[in-house]
């Protein structure tokens, strides 16, 4: 592909996609009067991450532009819209890098994955479109990269003007990188400058062996960030880069939400600790704003500059750095980082007009009626009480698993469904409920499976669960606004159906399930059952104790829409049907009310 400057950007030295520029020079008075001081350049990197599926700047869920308290603004028009006014400023060249989570997020996302996916003649990805018309010159995987399966990547990736990274994805086949690990592109400094050669080197993130465990087992491995980095930094020098950058899909916080078994989930501040050589690094997956950040490296003692731009193209990160030349060799003589508010300019009509069809069919898409509910159903507060809309979750789940598994071996055992509260503002109103409703209340592309758990396990399971939960003394106020701990996310919250049971977070983490019954009778803890559960639970995801098991249930059914079959079969949502009153949060024995 070769755009209008006469760049080619496939190859794996590649040339600036900005336009060559007057170099910047910075005052000084010995440059001024004729002194030996080198020129200085500005080099410009632009970062964006996490835009999960938002090219417009759309709420599908509630059919309106996009709004919150802050009156952000979201998706890769806005994005391109900054991107281009940063462009037509800048005094030397800009690349525009992208940290991953790209193609899974929305509706728009979801449509064309799911509903009408793309092909290889055909359909091409609104992400594509949209990312091809704001120009990046690299794109790094995400963890959500890989949700729909190594096919809708592949071609995903090959609508693309332009590389995606991910050096630490390695082909279980080969043994080798999966996918491109870095790109070397010549830019030139200045209209008849210097040549500078910028490494760009992509880290996905290894939490993808366990979320997305059915799509890649057996396929491709991953491998530690910071090793890969430590690999191919150096050879990346080696082969005539001037300057490093990294674009990493894992956060800087050096946890981890899953177990030891896998490599840190966000090691970001690590690498650039402990790796010499990496001049900058654009990361994302923490959905979090870091305008600046910068680490020192225990080897060289430089200083690295580290940046996130938020999450769904709120953000923009700018990177600024000055160079000089001497001696045949680039030094980077000044960095500096920040983040621009998207919410500053209007959407690019390019970006908006290429994806315009795909769009308005998503919309129209979501705004089908499925089903007419005789009450308005919230999930609002759905994370501390049980509801109606959670239980309508489990009642497809159970439903689907106990048809599933008539006439077999485990037709004998009874089916527990576990669900969490993934959205506060999900609401089915009364009358008619639309695919968008139900896609509010089931906001990921998860698919249903079934394991067998004993009581016991079932019991450590809730226990696990109930950490989300803020240990509440006597006396002390009840505030549904801070009685969860804020360091669990709420996707990281399970309830049950078909148990009843007791957590009473008067007790410490560990000690919190005090009832566990089935029809008011305790329940043997060497009694099995069939549990409903997502895939993304089921392999590990979030930690919890006992599910990773081979599945007695696994037929690739997404969930949300399994959801909407359930609503359209019957016609009517009506809580009588599948909501029962079986788990409550209690206070030294006592029920909290709310």
């Not at 020192?296 to 769904?312: D, F």
Request: aromatic share 8%.
């Amino acid at each position: 592909m070769n755009l209008s400057h006469g760049i080619s950007r496939r190859g794996v030295l590649a040339a600036s996609a900005a336009t060559a520029a007057a170099p910047l020079v910075l005052a000084d008075p010995a440059q001024a009067g004729g002194g030996k001081h080198p020129q200085t350049y500005r080099l410009t990197v632009l970062g964006t991450s996490d835009t999960h599926g938002n090219v417009y700047n759309w709420d599908y869920y509630r059919d309106a532009e996009y709004d919150d308290s802050a009156h952000n603004d979201v998706g890769v028009a806005k994005l391109a819209a900054l991107v281009n006014k940063l462009r037509a400023e800048a005094t030397g060249p800009v690349l525009v890098l992208d940290a991953g989570d790209t193609i899974q997020g929305t509706p728009l996302a979801t449509y064309y994955a799911k509903q009408e996916p793309i092909t290889e003649t055909g359909e091409k990805h609104p992400m594509a479109r949209a990312m091809n018309v704001l120009d990046y010159d690299a794109v790094t995987l995400g963890n959500h990269e890989f949700n729909y399966g190594l096919p809708l990547l592949n071609l995903w990736i090959r609508q693309l003007g332009f590389p995606a990274l991910a050096a630490n994805a390695i082909s279980v086949k080969t043994g080798k990188p999966a996918f491109t690990p870095y790109v070397i592109k010549k830019v030139s400094v200045g209209r008849h400058g210097p040549t500078l050669r910028v490494g760009i080197l992509g880290l996905t993130n290894p939490g993808s062996a366990i979320w997305d465990r059915a799509n890649v087992e057996g396929k491709i491995q991953f491998t530690d960030m910071i090793a890969t980095a430590a690999k191919w930094v150096p050879i990346m020098r080696a082969r005539g880069a001037d300057v490093v950058f990294i674009s990493a899909h894992g956060g800087d916080s050096g946890t981890s939400s899953y177990g030891p078994e896998l490599p840190n989930e966000n090691p970001t501040a690590l690498i650039a600790e402990q790796v010499p050589g990496i001049d900058a690094i654009l990361f994302g997956h923490a959905h979090r704003e870091v305008p600046e950040r910068f680490v020192t490296n225990l080897t060289t003692g430089e200083q690295v500059l580290l940046s996130e731009p938020s999450r769904w193209g709120m953000r923009l990160t700018k990177m600024d750095f000055d160079l000089v030349r001497e001696k045949g060799c680039w030094k980077i003589t000044s960095k500096a980082a920040t983040t621009l508010n998207t919410n500053t300019v209007e959407a690019d009509p390019k970006v908006l007009a290429v994806v315009r069809r795909q769009h308005e069919k998503t919309v129209a898409y979501v705004n089908q009626v499925v089903a007419n509910s005789t009450e308005t159903l919230s999930a609002a507060t759905s994370r501390y009480e049980d509801t109606p809309i959670l239980d309508y979750i489990n009642k497809v789940q159970t439903d689907t698993v106990t048809a599933a598994l008539a006439g077999t071996e485990y037709a004998s055992l009874p089916v527990l469904s576990i669900a969490a509260p993934f959205s506060r503002t999900a609401v089915f109103p009364q009358g008619e409920v639309k695919i968008k409703d139900v896609a509010g209340l089931y906001i990921y592309d998860n698919t249903l499976e079934a394991v067998v758990l004993t009581a016991a396990e079932v019991k450590a399971y809730l226990e696990y669960s109930a950490k989300f939960f803020v240990t509440l003394a006597p006396g002390a106020p009840v505030d549904p606004a801070t009685i969860s701990d804020p360091a669990v996310p709420d996707y990281n919250y399970d309830v049950f159906s078909g148990v009843d049971y007791d957590i009473d977070i008067a007790k410490p983490v560990g000690s919190r399930i005090t009832r566990l019954q089935i029809g008011g009778v305790d329940v043997d803890p060497a009694a099995r059952f069939v549990v409903a559960v997502n895939n993304y639970r089921r392999s590990g995801g979030g930690s919890f104790p006992g599910i990773v098991k081979t599945q007695v249930y696994n037929e690739q059914q997404e969930i949300r829409q399994l959801l909407i079959d359930w609503a359209q079969a019957r016609g009517v949502i009506d809580p009588a049907d599948f909501f029962v009153k079986n788990w409550q949060l209690v206070r030294d024995g006592v029920p909290i009310t709310f």
